[in-house]
């Protein structure tokens, strides 16, 4: 019917050119003509079905792709009022079912379809939003094991995020405090469903941190409670995602039933199934804690008792000793055998002395043999002639070394060119550069000289001029 249409709205448009051969059209007239007869020969609204292609989007937001299938392309736009309600993100390739129209662009001279509603085939919007969300972060590595934070082992403070007036926050507080009634909560009201209520989650979760040394936070548990993927959705939105990724507290993602999984849930660093789930994963039971300090009390006591006991034999193996048993004997006993010690040292001592006197009697005894005092006798003639011979080596070194020292001494003298200024000479050096003056050109009128004199005397001049050569005059 819809061919049948525009063959019609043809026929038409020929039929009036063919009874006005003579009428000339500009390019204009023609498109509008043109899309005049495709809007009152097409349906106003239709649904196609094909692949994306060629997708852009432009600076202004506006979709511009194609639509194509095995046989043809049709050309498409959205504009960004419509763009911004698509759940899911265009892709080349992505089949979909494009709601609009086909209306003709005058200025271009071509028809094209215009979108206002794209929905994945045979997939929801929202599935595949979903998955395409989660592979990209995914890739990102916000999964990953690595990024995941620990539970304290016993929180006493924790942050909710939920709203105020879903079963959730009842459902985490019943299940919180049925097991660790020492807790402390603090509720953070934000919507969960609904238009930015994504948003309000994120800044909550980034509230909560901003406070966590303020209120002594150690986690927060994120969630709401089952609903529709729709009623879901928020925990679904990059924006939660990412805030809860950044979070520096530990998170707790408790959204839905059990059967539910959230992009939340994949980002967050533990997962409950259920609102009531995320109080026991967040905080021990008070009873089983008890009964496991009862236990290790129990094990200490009896630790404790054992070494008690051990130590108790020790002591009475130790009292069991003579030294307690008979201290004034074994004093005794020390005193016997320091006294035996001492008498063996004496004894030992004598025995030295004795040896030492005979070895000096025997010594003196050699002495008087060998006559010492004839070897004294001849060593100290000895010694006076050697004393001679080296007073007479000394005088005579002595006389060459200051013969050689005066004539080394007189030819530095003759070299000294200080010298010459006891004769009248003088040298002068510039103040400013403290350098010999050897010729009037290193001189300028103005300059300051030092002339030096013997005795080292000085004269301080300024230059006033500069004579010429008396060669060169």
Known sequence: MKRGCTI?????????????????????????????????????RMIVHGQIGDFKVHSSGHCYFSLKDQGSILPCVMWASKAKAIKFRPQNGIAVLATGSVEVYVPGGKYQF??????????????????????????????????????PRFAMRMGIITSASGAAVEDI?????????????????????????????????????????QLGLEML?????????????????????????????PVISAVGHEVDFTIADFVADVRASTPTQAGVVAVPDVKEVLAGLHSAQKRLSGTVQGQLRHLKQQLQTILADAIFRQPQRVLENNVQRLDEMISGLKDALRDKLDSAARIIQHGEMAVVRIEPRRFLS????????????????????????????????????????????????????????????TAATEVKPGDTIITELARQQQIESVVEKILPNKQDS
Not at 124 to 148: I, M, R, S, T, V
Not at 411 to 426: D, F, I, M
Request: charged share 25%.
């Open 8 to 44: 019609v709205a043809l026929e038409c448009i020929i039929l009036t050119m063919a009874r006005n051969p003579l009428t000339i059209y500009s390019v204009s007239q023609i498109n509008a003509m043109v899309s005049s007869a495709v809007e009152q020969g097409l349906p106003p």
């Open 114 to 151: 215009y979108a206002e509603k794209l929905d994945p085939a045979g997939v929801g919007a929202l599935q595949l939003a979903f998955e395409q969300l989660k592979q990209k972060l995914q890739n990102e590595g916000l999964f990953e094991p690595a990024h995941k934070k620990s539970l």
């Open 173 to 213: 507080r019943d299940s919180i405090f049925k097991r660790w009634p020492c807790a402390k909560l603090f509720l953070f009201d934000v919507p969960v469903q609904g238009e930015g209520a994504a948003r309000k989650i994120a800044d909550a979760i980034r509230e909560a941190n901003r406070m966590r040394k």
């Open 221 to 249: 548990i994120v969630g709401r409670g089952g609903g529709s993927m729709e009623d879901l959705w928020a925990f679904n939105e990059e924006v939660v995602a990412r805030a809860i990724f950044n979070s520096e507290l």
């Open 378 to 437: 001849a060593g100290q003639t000895r010694l006076v002639q050697l004393e001679s011979r080296a007073r007479r080596a000394f005088d005579k070194c002595h006389s060459e070394k200051l013969l050689q020292m005066t004539a080394v001494q007189n030819r530095l003298q003759a070299l000294n060119p200080k010298a010459v200024l006891e004769r009248g000479y003088s040298i002068t050096t510039s103040r400013r550069t403290g350098r010999v003056i």
